[in-house]
């Protein structure tokens, strides 16, 4: 679509998403869907209503991480059999919501959580599903940040003491121990680590049958890397088949929590070019999009593509891309070879994952707008923040 036309009814910058990007990759997962599979959507990447709505209709299920994020997909119309509950620290305000509601089962990531829930099952005269979250220390190449599965990090629990907290979380009384759950990070563009934890995981589950704790779901996390440059990433059938194969002799189900691999190669985020400013070391792009906007570039140097709307006759230059925001660490992209002109409109691409979510008031600036494109309709699903929004809950 003729992303100036749009832009002339539409104040910048904005999110714009496609619905029909977002359905092929949903049915990318959805027709490997067996009754031993399950794939819930990690509502972390991308948490608008409507396209929590949107996926909730076809058929997925959630991976949520707080009370909020519950909340919305119970508002989403989501089958709360399908919802799992992630994270590390979860109140006990959250664990009630979450029994209240009904969910598939607790992502447990410590011995204190498994005791907090057991607490609040049997205060509500209920059980609760649990799967442990094992630490498989497998190490993945990704950004630092958003890598999880080595020792060091806070998420999971360290594979060595695994069978001990089963044997523990056998003894509860208002627990009902279901499955094994790893994530290992985030943006993966190879199978190995995958695989390398589903052999410890296999052990773990072998260990544990001898126990007498018998299994039945193995959920191995999101993840899947998207193509944001020059990527090799994998190709979403051939991670799906590989992982059901790996585990068929288990006769067990299997969960996935994709989410980047859903929603972050369907959104743009169209701004404004306001200045253009040149000095002895660099030229820059000054954009009305920053970091409060997208945050992604500086916190993990993530590259996106930035393209002008048009290409003008304006002679081809080295920029740094950046924001109106006063920290050096505003920019959206560095030395990036661009011909524009001022109020020339440029796209970030591949912003559907992490992006608004990912999005402050910082500056006082009002949180952008989200359109998606549905049936060649540009839809409002978010309107702006507007001044008074944001300072409303402020004495
Ligand atoms: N499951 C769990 C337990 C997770 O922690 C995550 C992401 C996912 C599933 C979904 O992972 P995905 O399929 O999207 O890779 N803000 C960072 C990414 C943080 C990922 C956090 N956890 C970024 O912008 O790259």
Redesign the pocket.
Known sequence: MDIDEISSNLETPYYLYSENLIKENINSYMKHATKHTLFCY?V??NSNLSILKLIASMGMGF?VVSKGELYRVMKAGADSKKIVY?GVGKRKDEIKFALECGILCFNVESEGELHAINEQASLMECVANVSIRVNPDVAVETHPY?S?GLKENKFGIPYKDALEIYLKASQLKSLNITGVDF?IG??ITTIEPYLDSLKSIKSLIAELEKKGISISHIDV????GIKYQDENIINKDFFISTIVSELKDLNIMILF?????IVGDCGILVSRVQYVKESDEKSFLILDASMSELI?PPL?N?HHNITAVHRTDAVKKNYDVVGPVCESADFLGKNRLMNVNVSDLVIIEDVG??GFV?SSNYNTRPKPAEYIISNGNINEIRSADTLDQILANEL
């Open positions: 990690s972390k990447a991976d992630s958003i999880t994530h985030s943006q996390g999101g993840g899947l929590e994709p989410g980047r691999s992604r993990y993530a994952a992490y990912l």
